[in-house]
Structures are given as C-alpha cells and as structure tokens.
Nanobody
Framework: QVQLVESGGGLVQPGGSLRLSCAASGNILPTNSMGWYRQAPGKQRELVATITLGRSTYADSVKGRFTISRDNAKNTVYLQMNSLKPEDTAVYYC??????????????WGQGTQVTVSS
C-alpha cells in the first residue's frame, strides 16, 4: 500500500512562485512514474508533469514555468512553479504509478493541495 502526502499549496499573487512536495510511503522504485495533475473548478483533471528515471514531461501550458524533480532516497516528488498565472489556480494532486507486472499497474493519488493565484 502506498500513501501520498502533499504540501506546499497556498495563495500567491500572479508572477509569484510556489513549491509543492509529495512524500510517498511504501516501496516506491525509481522506475515508478511520479507526477502532478491538477483540477480546476468545473474542469477535468489534467496532467501537469511527470518524471520517471530522470525523464520528465510537461503540459504545454506549464513548459518553461514549472519544474518537476524527484528525490528517490526520500520517495518525494516536487513541483517548482514559477511565473504563476491565475489560470494555474486548481487543486493539485500527486500520483504514483506502481507496476504490478509488465501489463498491470495501479495508480495511487494524494489528497490534493489547493493552489490559488490571485491578486
């Protein structure tokens, strides 16, 4: 069983920065994908960024502003968010994908942390 605990959300002005953290308990391997998703009111949950074995992917809307990183020794994934915009306002969720076999996996989600960008 994997449990995820997110932290670092809050209220920030446009152009500001925040750093989200997600600490995972349980047996997380470097080969397990870790990532961040977000869901704004009235919208579907969307991918923000993922990282696996040092390779990262980003949504086009956050490229150049957000950076995902990972500390495998601490089972923790981070999301550094710079140049924040009001449209970045959402609940941000951490996700870990644990491979059970070559073709089967299970997703674990955190409880979410609110990020509000407003003046």
């Amino acid at each position: 069983q994997v449990q995820l605990v997110e932290s670092g959300g809050g209220l920030v002005q446009p152009g500001g920065s925040l750093r989200l953290s997600c600490a995972a308990s349980g047996n997380i391997l470097p080969t397990n994908s870790m990532g961040w998703y977000r869901q704004a009111p009235g919208k579907q949950r969307e991918l923000v960024a993922t990282i696996t074995l040092g390779r990262s992917t980003y949504a086009d809307s956050v490229k150049g502003r957000f950076t995902i990183s990972r500390d495998n020794a601490k089972n923790t994934v981070y999301l550094q968010m710079n140049s924040l915009k009001p449209e970045d306002t959402a609940v941000y969720y951490c996700k870990v994908v644990v491979m059970l076999s070559k073709f089967n996996s299970i997703d674990y989600w955190g409880q979410g942390t609110q990020v509000t960008v407003s003046s």
